[in-house]
Every structure is written in structure tokens, then in C-alpha cells.
């Protein structure tokens, strides 16, 4: 990315940029160049800030390029569109999550599954993101919202939502099933949501024992200690499906223990040591450890569409992007409750 020396042409874009791993972000002003054949600018209304933005600022998992212009929950209007843009239009209401660009033509993209393209573009890697007044994606990955949701809200839906959704119909769950969220936080509390919509019997893990009661009004209908071993141990064999938010390691030996036969252990949260598991763990009951990243822009359309009949949408507290930095440090001390939304305020 080069600097701009003027901010009047119709690429320019203006951003809050880490320079370097690690730093605050400052005011930083770039020529995005000429809108590429598929690609849609989105004027930025809303961002959300993911603990991924945090791990690219970081170059915590050794991906970062910089300058880093995060931001992947990005919710707007369609302000320019390329020449092959399908099925959108100028001023309609948008989002963009993790994904901003497939080859289309691999066999996974063929297939549908183009979050797993090995040539997709992160919306923050490599790539600017929506910490800025305009962002630019591939139009397949630019996802039309409902009027029903609350743009000020979607935000997190584009990747937080979608991270976990995608465990919900990968393994097929249905009302029938009972299922465990570890970790209530930014990730898992929009998981207790989509699921009690689901009609799940959810089960969250948690050691805030002060955040009990909002825990069962985010739809737990239980809630184990998960520093109380007896009571973990009280609950074997008793869920269908796990899916853990957290990223830091657990006894996941105990964990499995908790699930019926054929049960899965589901990872969205990026736990940086190896998994230590023990083969009869799994083997004992036919159980099985899975994973995934975000969803295809299938499965995001499909997710927002529910949401929006549902009723599901985050816990938010909100920022004017100008206090960016103000609000990475409020969600670096673990006060966010429970996802951080910045509102475009550049002049």
C-alpha cells in the first residue's frame, strides 16, 4: 500500500493503521488504486472488533503485514461496484466478515466452500480492513443484511456469529440435541444465542460465577463450573456436541469424557499449544475432534437470515472509531462485554 499525498480521489482510504507488531494505531491514508473488475467499495458504517484483529495488530500468528489496517466485522453501504459485480446495488445495506476474495475457480470454490479456498484472501491479511471510512471485497463475499437486523449490532455476526454457526450445521444439530459452549465470551455468548434459537439444550462452561445470571439470559439452561471437577465429572457422557471458544489449553481428555458416543469436540477458538488428547479418548466412544474457520458466503447469508428471524444478535458496547485505541485496550483487559462496535466517525 502506498501513501496518499492528497485525500480527494475516489481511492483514497482513510484508516487507523499499526505500524509496526504491537503499536497503537494511527491515522493512515492510503491509494487503494482502480476498483477491480468484481469488487465492491463498502463505505464503512460500523466495525467490529474481533480478537483476530488483535492477533494480526500483534503478529501473533506470524501472518501480519504491515502496515495492518484490521477490522472484519464490517457493516455498511455499497458506495462503488466493478463492472462485474452481480446481484447488489449502489446504497444497499451490507456486511463483510473474515473472507473478502476465492479463486472461483479451484474445485473447493467450485464446490462452494470457498473459506477453505487456499488462494482466499483475510479481509486483514495483506489486505485492508474496515478499521477505516472504506473497505474493498470481492462481490460474492459481500453480504446482502436484512432490514430486520440492527446494523449498529451485525457487525460481529460476519465473524463471530458465522464462527459459531458453522459447528451448528456442520454436526446437524437439531432441537433434539444437547450441546456445550466453553468460554463466554465474545464468541460464546452469540453461540448460547443461535443455539437456545435452535432449540438446543445448552450447557455453558464457566468460571465467572458473577456472570451466572446473565449467562442464563443469553439461553444456558445450565451452567457448570469449569474448575469444578466433580461437577464435570457429574455431567459424562451427557452432550452431544461441545464447541470450545477459548484459547488457552484445557484438560480436553475430561471434556471428551462429557459426550455421548460419536460425540464431537468442536475448536473456534485458536488455542496456540498442541491438543494433548489421548487415542482412548476418542476410540472408547467413536467420539471426534473438529474445527473450522468462518463459513461460506452460502452459509453467511443463511446465518444473518436466521439471526434476523430469530432474534439472534450480540451483547455490544460502542466506540466512535476515533477512540479506536481507547477500545483495542478495554478488550485487551478482558472488559469488553461482550463485543466492541466502532461507529465511522471520520469527518
Not at 98 to 120: F, L, M, R, Y
Not at 147 to 159: I, N, Q, T, V
Not at 219 to 237: N, Q, T, Y
Not at 282 to 308: D, H, N, W, Y
Amino acid at each position: 500500500m502506498s501513501t496518499a499525498t492528497t485525500t480527494d480521489n475516489n481511492n483514497t482510504i482513510r484508516a487507523y493503521a499499526a505500524m509496526e507488531a504491537g503499536s497503537k494505531l494511527e491515522r493512515y491514508d492510503f491509494d487503494a488504486g482502480e476498483l477491480k473488475v468484481d469488487e465492491v467499495e463498502i463505505a464503512v458504517s460500523y466495525c467490529g472488533i474481533c480478537h483476530s484483529d488483535l492477533s494480526i495488530i500483534d503478529s501473533e500468528w506470524g501472518q501480519s503485514q504491515y502496515p495492518v489496517v484490521a477490522g472484519h466485522e464490517i457493516v455498511g453501504k455499497v458506495h462503488r461496484m466493478g463492472a462485474g459485480v452481480k446481484g447488489l446495488k449502489i446504497g444497499q445495506t451490507v456486511g463483510l466478515g473474515w473472507t473478502s476474495e476465492s479463486c472461483q475457480h479451484c474445485d473447493v470454490c467450485i464446490a462452494g466452500k470457498g473459506n477453505v479456498c487456499p488462494k482466499s484472501v483475510a479481509t486483514i491479511v495483506g489486505h485492508s480492513g474496515g478499521f477505516a471510512d472504506k473497505v474493498r471485497a470481492q462481490w460474492q463475499w459481500v453480504i446482502p443484511l436484512p432490514a430486520e437486523l440492527d446494523e449498529s449490532k451485525a457487525g460481529p455476526l460476519l465473524c463471530g456469529g458465522i464462527t459459531v454457526y458453522r459447528p451448528i450445521i456442520q454436526h446437524q444439530m437439531d432441537a433434539s440435541k444437547k450441546v456445550g459452549v466453553i468460554g463466554i465470551g465474545g464468541l460464546g455468548h452469540m453461540a448460547l444465542d443461535f443455539l437456545n434459537a435452535w432449540g438446543c439444550e445448552v450447557t455453558a462452561f464457566s468460571s465467572s460465577p458473577e456472570k451466572y445470571d446473565e449467562i442464563r439470559e443469553m439461553g444456558a439452561h445450565h451452567i457448570i463450573d469449569s474448575k469444578d471437577k466433580e461437577a464435570l465429572k457429574a455431567a459424562r457422557s451427557s452432550l452431544d456436541l461441545i464447541i470450545s471458544t477459548v484459547n488457552v489449553a484445557l484438560d480436553w481428555n475430561l471434556y471428551l469424557s462429557l459426550l455421548k458416543p460419536e460425540g464431537k469436540l468442536h475448536y473456534v477458538g485458536a488455542v496456540l499449544k498442541p491438543l494433548d488428547v489421548q487415542a482412548f479418548s476418542l476410540i472408547s466412544g467413536a467420539k471426534a475432534i473438529a474445527g473450522s474457520p468462518t463459513g461460506t458466503a452460502a452459509e453467511l447469508r443463511q446465518m444473518v437470515q436466521f439471526a434476523a428471524r430469530a432474534g439472534v444478535e450480540p451483547i455490544t458496547e460502542d466506540y466512535a472509531m476515533s477512540d479506536i485505541n481507547e477500545a483495542i485496550e478495554h478488550m485487551r483487559a478482558g472488559k469488553a462485554r461482550y463485543r466492541i462496535v466502532l461507529k465511522n466517525d471520520f469527518a
